[in-house]
């Protein structure tokens, strides 16, 4: 049995850790009245580890010693480059991955290596080797990934939480990040800690976290190229920045939307002009936004028009869907916090479903050429610029589709209004290969013993360009998408969180399939 390092445990809001005497022992003891509630939901009772073999150990790790870390992580401002240009001169992104690698430098893992890799003008990442135990060096390698770097931090949010400032709230810690997807890299060492602390035998494991997912990833490809000789093939490509439909068990993703994110312009004055002048008879550019807009979207039902971002959902796709429609309802579709009396897309449950992960959606996320509503005066504003974030089907071609919007909102423009559409980066979708059967049925028990539920399978509508870029280079490899992307969990918007039962269990369920690697 592997000794957890001195100082391996620090103490967490959660519980006070303290050796018994007994080696390799570990006791803890609730300090915060939520503590129960959150243990009882991950099948923990107080004190009930009492040896370092429990297979609930990885949930423990992660609580014990990674919480702590995480909410540090939470304080730092490291912000996706897309958000925050001179990220190289603020440091936040140097201090987020010292933070990160330092802690899991220090954690009693043989044989472990952990290195921040740096190519020159990109965002660093988080690099580590576990070489395999004695006797499992013939067992396929496993890819654990996860992103380091944040979205904005989008307020207001609710009274008493901030994007920076990491705060528990029952069963919940808020903070930017925590869920998406800072928790990933605590998740994937304590998964790993467990294994060696448990004696449990696994292949190699390689763990690769990013900082410019929030971006489109790209950074990435080169990072993939420059590892690819220490990369090798990997057989199994755990990835750790997905969602999950209820919290109550391990939810796996099977597709992904591909991403077109552009910048959408209309110009029509050289500056702007009093509006009871020009009104009536220069043309608005929010108008003309709004007519052209109209050539892709449904105004009245938000379908987007485009042949080039619609396709066809494949039937075990369709029968998924039918399947968790079945068992969750229009809750499989998402809950959100709607105003009262708002109507949602999608009359039956499976149909919402099917909407928001393998239709097109369109969303307008940021605008320019307008003033704030205290500075705007009586003005017809020379142009409107609008951030447009469109969500594409999994097997849509992201490519062809941003050519296809380009040619549709700039080719003959009205009223010779002069416009433009830019979008630099795409993300393209993303349909998982079937799972082997091994991995099913560690996927399942895994499931049943950490959560006490079946595991379920869906697709997501968010996107993680990763899972395209590895799919391509790597056939052959299978992978395992899971998250803790929940209800309400509010990752790029307000009070998002990180569901700590669940966050626990997962860790738990990865080191399960980690241990079942072939
Ligand atoms: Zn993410």
């Avoid at 949010?157 to 903070?175: I, M, S, T």
């Avoid at 929010?286 to 979207?297: G, K, M, N």
């Avoid at 009359?347 to 239709?359: F, L, N, P």
């Amino acid at each position: 049995m592997q000794r957890l390092r001195e100082g391996g445990v620090h103490p967490s809001p959660f519980t006070r850790g303290e050796h018994d005497g007994r080696e390799g022992s570990i006791r803890h003891r609730p300090i915060l009245s939520h503590a129960p509630e959150a243990r009882r939901r991950h099948k923990l009772e107080v004190n009930d580890i009492a040896d370092l073999t429990d297979q609930r150990l990885a949930g423990e790790l992660f609580v014990t010693n990674g919480l702590p870390v995480l909410e540090r992580y939470t304080a730092i401002e490291c912000l996706s480059p897309d958000f925050d240009a001179g990220w190289q001169a603020h440091g936040a992104i140097d201090l987020a991955v010292e933070l990160l690698a330092t802690w899991c430098a220090d954690r009693a893992i043989p044989a472990c290596t952990v290195e921040v890799v740096r190519l020159p003008g990109r965002t660093p990442l988080i690099f580590a080797e576990i070489a395999a135990t004695d006797g499992a060096a013939h067992r396929a390698t496993t890819l654990l990934y996860g992103h380091f770097d944040k979205q904005p931090a989008l307020g207001p949010w609710n009274d008493g939480l901030g994007p920076f400032a990491a705060v528990y709230r029952g069963d919940r810690l808020y903070g930017r990040g925590t869920a998406d997807d800072g928790y990933a890299i605590f998740a994937a060492f304590s998964a790993i800690e467990s294994l060696a602390a448990r004696g449990v035998a696994h292949g190699r494991i390689l763990v690769l976290i990013e900082g410019s997912e929030e971006s489109g990833s790209p950074d990435l490809d080169a990072y993939l190229d420059h590892l690819a000789p220490r990369l090798g093939t990997p057989g199994l490509v755990i990835c750790l920045d997905s969602g999950c439909v209820t919290y109550d068990r391990l939810w796996v993703t099977t597709s992904l939307r591909g991403t077109i994110a552009g910048t959408f312009r209309v110009d029509v004055l050289k500056n702007g002009v009093h509006s009871g002048q020009a009104g009536g008879i220069v043309p608005s550019s929010f108008r003309i936004a709004r007519r052209l807009l109209s050539r892709i979207e449904d105004d009245a039902t938000g379908d987007l028009l485009l042949e080039e971002l619609n396709a066809e959902i494949p039937p075990q796709r369709r029968a998924e869907i039918a399947q968790v429609a079945e068992n969750f309802g229009m809750d499989g579709a998402g809950i959100f916090p709607l105003v009262d009396g708002l109507e949602l897309a999608g009359v039956t449950a499976a149909e919402r479903i099917e909407r928001g992960t393998w239709r097109p959606s369109l969303a307008v996320t940021a605008q320019a050429g307008m003033p704030d509503l205290e500075a705007g005066g009586n003005v017809l504003r020379p142009f409107t610029t609008l951030k447009l974030s469109i969500r594409v089907p999994p097997n849509v071609d992201a490519a062809r589709a941003a050519a296809a919007i380009a040619k549709a909102l700039t080719s003959n423009p009205p009223e010779g209004a002069h416009v433009t559409f830019d979008a630099p980066h795409l993300a393209q979708g993303w349909d998982a290969p079937p799972l082997e059967a091994w991995l099913g049925e560690a996927v399942e028990s895994a499931s049943l013993r950490h959560f006490g539920e079946r595991p379920n399978a869906i697709g997501l509508g968010g996107s993680i360009p990763f899972m395209d870029s590895l799919g391509h280079r790597y056939p052959k490899t299978q992978f395992l998408a899971t998250g803790v992307l929940g209800p309400e969990s509010n990752a790029h918007g307000p009070n998002e969180f990180l569901h700590v039962p669940t966050a626990a269990a997962v860790t738990c369920c990865v080191a399960d399939v980690l241990a079942a690697v072939r």
